[in-house]
């Protein structure tokens, strides 16, 4: 995981979650931490165009980098929006569909 994820979830307070790892004996459980997928990606974009200011997406290399810009965008905005609470819990929700 990079910095910049480990940042992105302790800003939006999500937590790893435990999992079990059965190709090792004894099978131990492990604390991971849930994926950002294209779909959450893609639902972070939406998230983040829909306030008045928006991310600059110009010079993109590839994904991993429109991801860093997107998570670093997230970020940002988080630290100076005027709803954070509403923010925090869109974000939030993000991960818990997935599961």
Do not use: W
């Amino acid at each position: 995981m990079s910095e910049i994820e480990k940042q992105f979830f302790d800003t939006f307070g999500i937590k790893p979650v435990c999992v079990q790892i059965y190709d090792t004996f004894p099978c131990y459980i492990d604390k991971v931490y849930p994926q950002i997928t294209d779909r959450i990606l893609l639902e972070l974009i939406c998230i983040s165009t829909s306030s008045e200011i928006t991310v600059e997406f110009k010079g993109i290399k590839n994904v991993e980098h429109l991801k860093e810009v997107v998570l670093n965008y997230c970020i940002e905005r988080y630290g100076y929006c005027l709803h954070k609470d509403r923010f925090k819990h869109q974000v939030q929700a993000l991960f818990k569909e997935n599961n």
